[in-house]
């Protein structure tokens, strides 16, 4: 396994709260940005396997892997994680879209495997959203993989709240964007967020062109990198899940007069280059 490892340039959360309340506010009506105690994500909507998003962050991006390796490749055992990658293949026999929220295993406790993945229903061509852990017992995906990365402890996080769209950018592209254009070097950062409107999905990893509406509301698992530092990484990868079994990549939303986002989100400190391929690759990058 090869590992690059790369620090970020991390800023406080005070300078980003005002950072990105100017960059939002260009692509939302109605944007508040505010540095508050992460709120317990172990409860409704979250229902993540720990309390928070805090402590020790890094963002890593990998190739076909077990999670409970990455963590230590990473050096954070333990760490709880979340992002966007492809399902396991050789598991599944089939191609889907992965939405991994595990706390990996430590020298104490066993992983608690919170994951879903998405695949098209082959009887109705419609969306299936499925919870790994009541399948299979592993911590496998397969192909590319955008992680962020922490203790999941609770702490000081970022809340950002975005209503009514009047851009043409996606919530996520916005601030990243917004980071890319204030800083210019790399920052990069990770969260969840939840709408209450519902969201469009791609199914991007395959170029199916499929498009879903699905409903709210939504769980999404954000990375971004504001500018690759020459790693050649997907800048930024974002899956969602529901508890109403519907899920995917995240592309846009679809009622951009009523919707709303509600996020918690942190810098990451490192960046974890994990295999990267020799030859330069356009496959999964949007
Ligand atoms: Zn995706």
């Known amino acids: 396994m090869s590992c690059a490892e790369y620090s970020f340039h991390v800023p406080s959360l005070e300078e980003l709260v005002g950072v990105l309340r100017k960059g939002l506010m260009d692509n939302f009506a109605d944007v508040q940005v505010s540095v508050v105690d992460c709120p317990n994500l172990t409860k409704e909507p979250f229902t993540f396997p720990v309390k928070g998003i805090c402590g020790k962050t890094r963002i890593a991006e990998a190739g076909v892997y077990d999670l409970n390796k990455i963590t230590k490749e990473i050096q954070l055992p333990g760490a709880f994680v979340l992002g966007a990658g492809a399902g396991p293949f050789p598991t599944l026999g089939f191609n889907s879209e992965f939405m991994p929220v595990v706390q990996t295993e430590s020298e104490h406790k ?37 992680l962020f990365a922490s203790e999941g402890q609770p702490g000081k996080v970022i809340e950002v709240k975005s209503k009514r769209r009047t851009g043409k950018l996606n919530f996520v592209t916005c601030m990243r964007q917004t980071l890319e254009k204030h800083y210019g070097g790399p920052v990069g950062m990770g969260g969840t967020f939840f709408s209450s409107c519902p969201l469009n999905s791609d199914e991007d990893v395959n170029k199916w062109l499929r498009f879903y509406e699905m409903k709210a509301p939504l769980v999404c698992l954000p990375v971004f990198i504001s500018r690759d530092p020459g790693f050649d990484l997907r800048l930024e990868h974002t899956h969602c899940f529901s508890h109403h079994g519907e899920g995917g990549h995240y592309h846009y939303d679809n009622t951009p007069d009523i919707v709303e986002y509600l996020g918690y989100f942190l810098p990451a400190e490192f960046l974890y280059r994990i295999d990267q391929p020799t030859e330069t690759h356009s496959f999964g990058q949007d």
């Open 110 to 146: 066993p992983p608690v495997n919170g994951s879903y993945f998405a695949h098209v229903n082959s009887a109705d061509g419609g969306c299936l959203l499925e919870k790994y852990s009541e399948k299979y017992h592993d911590l496998g995906f397969a192909l590319l993989a955008n």
